[in-house]
């Protein structure tokens, strides 16, 4: 008998990185209650059968550009490896295995056409009895803001910028209707589960006990849920530091595959300049919130019981930064300590002036800071009196501290 199947769609940008560390995290767990997890489609998301079912004709999915996979034929066998894979493993399962688990908000993001989402249900029909397909949604004014850090993680120099709301409601990235009606009509509505990314939606006001609960509420007794949070929001400043980043150096490389500099220092910030990112002000949002009215409206419908307030009303918090000033100099600075300590840079005199100054300036707050800041300088201007005795200075004091 084949088992059945869930299938997590995402959507993007609602904690899917924390459902799949989840996942993987009680395997096992899941394994003794008869869900298996595969192994074959990549560790957390499952994003090799996306990429595997997306047809031969589409480009532009950056997993392809990571993986050096740039022509029809090695598209052809990269298909045809994925799926032998993932049939061979499931025909080993154990026989008490009722529930397979797949995961990657990329099916969302990536499987756009109707050939492909009929591809994925004759392949579900093949391998799986019945299927469940789990779809995350969040408020679009909200989802804007957070794939922004997105973007800038992927490459872009772009500004946070104006928002085009009719670009928006044509996109089924933001246009739930959009998104789900093709899934509908494919998979049918009936084995669409659509639950709202908002806290007070969740069941006991967590995500993860929210998702559990899409098996058995009894069973998430049995799970851990400690789970580290990945995937943050940049910080306004981390944004700003992003956008630099990608401006003067490429996320690929000319002849594909991911540019290893650049990967170091993105990773760099995204683990020390986490945060609140740019907000929309609350006309952007009104206007975001009355394009969607219509589609959203839909989606209640269909899939909420026809209730009034589709998404939750967002609080306000504030981002912790109300003065742009400084941030040109420190996202400077902060690069090029990690340029410095990566490649070979020749720097201005002027360049080193302000690394100087700027060490000068922020000594009484941020010493380690100061010094790695002096030390780039005198790294360019061995001969500085300045420099030298400021440097002496700092890392005298750093010691002490010690």
């Known amino acids: 008998m084949k088992p059945n199947l869930v299938l997590h769609i995402g959507t993007e ?20 209650r008869g869900f298996f997890i595969p192994s074959s489609l990549g560790k957390g998301n499952h994003r090799k059968l996306v990429a595997a079912i997306q047809d031969f004709d589409k480009w532009g999915d950056d997993f392809f550009d990571e993986h050096s996979i740039s ?5 052809r066998e990269f298909s045809f490896s994925v799926i032998s894979a993932l049939k061979t493993e499931l025909s080993a399962v154990d026989e008490n295995t009722h529930t397979v688990i797949i995961s990657s908000e990329h099916f969302q993001s990536r499987i756009s056409r109707y050939s492909e989402l009929t591809n994925l249900k004759a392949l579900c029909d093949e391998l799986f009895d019945n299927v469940s ?16 850090s997105t973007i800038i993680k992927s490459g872009s120099a772009n500004n946070f910028g104006e928002i085009d709301v009719n670009q928006m409601v044509g996109n089924s ?15 049918h509505k009936n084995s669409l589960n659509i639950r709202e990314f908002s ?20 069973f998430s007794k ?9 995937n943050e929001s ?49 006309e952007q949002r009104d206007r975001i919130s009355e394009a969607f009215g219509s589609s959203n409206r839909w989606v209640s419908d269909n899939f909420w019981d026809g209730r009034e307030d589709c998404f939750e009303q967002r609080v306000e918090i504030d981002s912790g930064v109300h003065s742009e000033s400084g941030y040109l100099a420190l996202t400077f600075t902060m690069l090029l300590d990690i340029l410095v300590e990566s490649t070979t840079v020749t720097l201005e005199p002027e360049e080193i002036n302000v690394i100087r100054d700027i060490a000068i300036e922020i000594e009484q707050d941020r010493l380690p800071l100061s010094e790695k800041l002096m030390a780039i300088a005198h790294k360019s201007r061995p001969h500085g009196t300045i420099i030298l005795e400021k440097l002496i200075h700092y890392r005298s004091v750093l010691e002490q501290e010690k």
């Not at 397909?133 to 922004?148: K, M, N």
């Open 13 to 32: 940008k609602t904690g899917t990185t924390s459902i799949q560390n989840f996942l993987e995290l009680n395997r096992a767990n899941f394994l003794k």
């Open 71 to 75: 022509t029809l034929e090695k598209r």
């Open 133 to 148: 397909i789990v779809c995350y949604v969040r408020e679009q004014a909200t989802l804007y803001e957070s794939t922004y």
């Open 173 to 187: 990235y933001y246009n739930y209707r959009l998104l789900l009606e093709p899934w509908a009509n494919i998979f």
């Open 199 to 218: 806290t007070s939606r969740f069941r006991a006001q967590d995500l993860l006990q929210d998702f559990a609960g899409v098996f058995s509420s009894e």
């Open 222 to 230: 049995e799970l851990n849920f400690s789970v580290p949070k990945e």
């Open 234 to 282: 940049l910080s306004v400043l981390g944004q700003h530091l992003g956008r630099i980043l990608n401006a003067r150096i490429p996320r690929y490389k000319d002849g594909g595959g991911i540019n290893p500099l650049h990967r170091q220092i993105m990773t760099y910030l995204i683990e020390n300049f986490s945060g609140n990112g740019e907000r929309l002000c609350v």
